[in-house]
């Protein structure tokens, strides 16, 4: 995707996002246990200020967030995040250097991509919250978030904090997933301090195939379905197979 499409979608999400938190301040986020839609809405608010801090200064600020921003009503609180993020997203190309856990990629385009995304995200949760008709995610966007999730997350932290996924594949017997999202297709290989990431179905069958529309692998890889009784996405695979690669995003995402 162009760093201009992702920003059309982070406006339109947030855009959304924002009328919807207004509606229902105390209602629960049943994909985010234990948080209210005005928790969701201080945290997406947080991390846009913490975004914009990591690039104009050059390094990601700890610790965070800071004790006033508990004082601040979330909706303005979320207002200013977004206001701040998009004003140094406009003054820096995607190209230019920015702080980020991400160590192969320490520049602005990736918090763009990374904003478009989360806030996507988040704008589901505020929707499922409220009771509100979850607003159709563009393929062209589902299909980089679920590339993004696949390799920026779980892939990178196995590599990267192998530790925090030990109990889940070092007694793997090495297994091989493909993702399918309408055309895009991702194969999954894991195994002990192994999660391993290519572009295409590649040779040879696989243990687990989860296919659908780019929206439901979108929703269901994030947990982000609201139900599970039928949303879209087929599954074929042992249960402890399946349940491998769910455990893998879950610590990754945490």
Not at 50 to 65: I, L, N
Not at 183 to 197: I, K, L
Not at 227 to 249: H, M, Q, S
């Amino acid at each position: 995707m162009e760093f201009t499409r992702f920003l059309d979608c982070l406006a339109a999400d947030y855009d959304r996002m924002r009328t919807v938190v207004g509606t229902d301040a105390d209602a629960a986020v049943p994909t985010c246990p234990g948080w209210t839609v005005a928790d969701l809405t201080r945290h997406v608010g947080e991390v846009y200020l913490h975004k914009t801090v990591a690039m104009r200064e050059g390094v990601e600020p700890e610790p965070w967030p800071p004790k006033e921003f508990a004082e601040e009503e979330p909706a303005a609180l979320l207002d200013r995040g977004y206001t701040a993020l998009r004003a140094e997203f406009a003054t820096r190309a995607p190209g230019d250097a920015a702080a980020g856990w991400y160590t192969p990629d320490q520049s602005v385009g990736f918090w763009i991509r990374r904003m478009a995304q989360e806030t996507v995200v988040h704008r589901i949760d505020a929707e499922l919250a409220t009771g509100r008709p979850v607003t159709p995610v563009p393929d062209d966007l589902a299909v980089d978030g679920i590339d993004e999730l696949l390799k920026v997350f779980v892939s990178f932290a196995v590599a990267e904090w192998g530790e925090y996924f030990t109990e889940i594949l070092d007694g793997s017997p090495g297994r091989t997933f493909l993702v399918r999202a309408g055309d895009a297709v991702w194969r999954v290989r894991t195994g002990p301090g192994e999660f391993a990431v290519t572009d295409g179905a590649g040779d040879g069958g696989a243990d687990v195939t989860l296919s659908g529309a780019p929206e439901a692998v979108l929703r269901r890889l994030w947990n982000r379905t609201g139900t599970e009784d039928d949303d879209g996405v087929r599954v074929e695979g042992a249960p402890e197979a399946v349940e491998e690669l769910r455990r893998c995003i879950v610590v990754a995402t945490q």
